[in-house]
């Protein structure tokens, strides 16, 4: 089954997200460990546990285990809160102040 371009550009756009995400501290202040933040991004941009397992050659069963240790520590319950999370933080890292008028807006 041949990809659509919109497909393609999502996947690149995740892998560049995924990339920036591991050479820069996204969250400071984060109560993950470095591991289970690199985990927590490949989980939440679509990587299933064995995928990150075999990327980060350990066992899917610590991927698992990590992947509890993040759910309580971000108070989440699922992947899809855990992404939201993710975005959540990525866009107010990356956010910049939009001035309009005499006010100071943020773009949200």
Same mark, same amino acid.
């Given at each position: ?7 393609? &550009? ?7 997200? /995924? ?7 996204? +969250? ?18 679509? /990587? ?15 991927? $698992?285990?990590?992947?509890?240790? &993040? +759910? ?6 699922? $992947? ?6 993710? &975005?959540? $933080?990525?866009?107010?890292? /990356? $956010? ?13």
């Amino acid at each position: 089954m041949q990809r659509s371009l919109h497909e393609i &550009i999502a996947e690149q756009s995740l892998e560049r997200l /995924y990339e920036k995400s591991m050479k820069e501290k996204l +969250y400071p202040n984060d109560p993950l460990t470095p591991r289970e933040s690199e985990v927590a991004t490949m989980f939440s941009i679509g /990587y299933d546990e064995n995928q990150i397992a075999e990327e980060l050659n350990i066992s899917p069963e610590t991927i $698992r285990t990590h992947l509890k240790a &993040i +759910y309580v520590k971000l108070n989440v319950h699922n $992947r899809h809160e855990l992404f939201g999370v993710f &975005i959540t $933080r990525l866009l107010n890292r /990356y $956010r910049k102040p939009v001035k309009i008028g005499q006010e100071l807006f943020n773009t949200d």
